[in-house]
T-cell receptor, first 113, second 115 residues
Framework: EPEVTQTPSHQVTQMGQEVILRCVPI?????FYWYRQILGQKVEFLVS????????KSEIFDDQFSVERPDGSNFTLKIRSTKLEDSAMYFC???????????FGQGTRLTVV | AQTVTQSQPEMSVQEAETVTLSCTYD???????LFWYKQPPSRQMILVIR??????QNATENRFSVNFQKAAKSFSLKISDSQLGDAAMYFC????????????FGGGTRLMVKP
């Protein structure tokens, strides 16, 4: 069964460093998303991406964040200068259409030290 | 903005018994979708069940069913014949059908299944 794949599963980085979280969405899906879950808190929407551009973003998704689909398969989330409060589980998701359910990856745990 | 509330941080059920997880939401929209996602210790979010707001009939998926009360803005999940593998965090989520496709999640309910 097709699935969303995220790498790495765990990333440790120093405060102020740039990180790139990678995702391979399901191949025939058109919509891509990033969510995050700070430990013990709700899953929060960050950004959605369709047709090679951001279609929606939350107030969390500030200038420190960017997304890219550099080729036909990968979807990346970049955090330019990480802060301690960026420590969270980051989930990538994809969906075939805008009104269909999203399929989630297994998450990348980001730890900023 | 929509909000989703899960009032039960933790629930416990005996294996083979039935348990109901509660979810309420707040929206001014009439057309939307509701979901229950399961998050086992592996951390991957797995879709359990989906309900379209325009459908009066409650969704069912094998041992999982929902009680969707649109007027009350309530969307509970019933798990019948609970199994050890059902132990997980369960998240209720809302998505508008007309304004964007982001999911708004509740805070989650941790379900423990006792053998």
């Amino acid at each position: 069964e097709p699935e969303v794949t995220q790498t790495p599963s765990h990333q440790v980085t120093q405060m102020g460093q740039e990180v790139i979280l990678r995702c391979v969405p399901i191949s025939n899906h058109l919509y891509f998303y990033w969510y995050r879950q700070i430990l013990g808190q709700k899953v929060e929407f960050l950004v959605s991406f369709y047709n090679n551009e951001i279609s929606e973003k939350s107030e969390i998704f500030d200038d420190q964040f960017s997304v890219e689909r550099p080729d036909g398969s990968n979807f990346t989330l970049k955090i330019r200068s990480t802060k301690l409060e960026d420590s969270a589980m980051y989930f990538c998701a994809s969906s075939p259409g805008g009104l269909t359910e999203a399929f989630f990856g297994q998450g990348t745990r980001l730890t900023v030290v | 903005a929509q909000t989703v509330t899960q009032s039960q941080p933790e629930m416990s059920v005996q294996e083979a018994e039935t348990v109901t997880l509660s979810c309420t939401y707040d929206t001014s929209e009439s057309d939307y979708y509701l979901f229950w996602y399961k998050q086992p210790p592996s951390r991957q979010m797995i879709l359990v069940i989906r309900q379209e707001a325009y459908k009066q009939q409650n969704a069912t998926e094998n041992r999982f069913s929902v009680n969707f009360q649109k007027a009350a803005k309530s969307f509970s999940l019933k798990i019948s014949d609970s199994q050890l593998g059902d132990a997980a965090m369960y998240f209720c989520a809302y998505r508008s059908a007309i304004a964007g496709n982001m999911l708004t999640f509740g805070g989650g309910t941790r379900l423990m299944v006792k053998p």
